[in-house]
Nanobody
Framework: QVQLVESGGGLVQAGGSLRLSCAASARTTSGYAMGWFRQAPGKEREFVAAISWSGGNIYYLDSVKGRFTISRDNAKNTVYLQMNSLKPEDTAVYYC??????????????????WGQGTQITVSS
């Protein structure tokens, strides 16, 4: 069982930055790929970014490319999402997720086995 706890959310003005962290409580997340998703009010959950266990494969939602950076520290069982140049449309609850499988469809929420409870990001204009 893997428990994921997000932190780093909050309120920021447009153009500002935040860094989200997702800590895994399991002894190890060895082999797990990790993803970030978000859900805005009245909208479906959408993929934001994902990273393979090695960090060698990284994927982003087109609208966040060049602004968001996903990274991980396997020694700390933690994945990060650095968010720069934030826009009001980035406002959402952000969730991290862990995939213990083959990571063949990293943008598909259905492949992820474990989810955090989410952290709210609000970007004011």
């Amino acid at each position: 069982q893997v428990q994921l706890v997000e932190s780093g959310g909050g309120l920021v003005q447009a153009g500002g930055s935040l860094r989200l962290s997702c800590a895994a409580s399991a002894r190890t997340t060895s082999g797990y790929a990790m993803g970030w998703f978000r859900q805005a009010p009245g909208k479906e959950r959408e993929f934001v970014a994902a990273i393979s266990w090695s960090g060698g494969n990284i994927y982003y939602l087109d609208s966040v490319k060049g602004r968001f950076t996903i990274s991980r520290d396997n020694a700390k069982n933690t994945v990060y999402l650095q968010m720069n140049s934030l826009k009001p449309e980035d406002t959402a609850v952000y969730y991290c997720a862990a995939d213990g499988g083959t990571f063949q469809r990293p943008t598909d929420a259905g492949i992820y086995d474990y989810w955090g409870q989410g952290t709210q990001i609000t970007v004011s204009s």
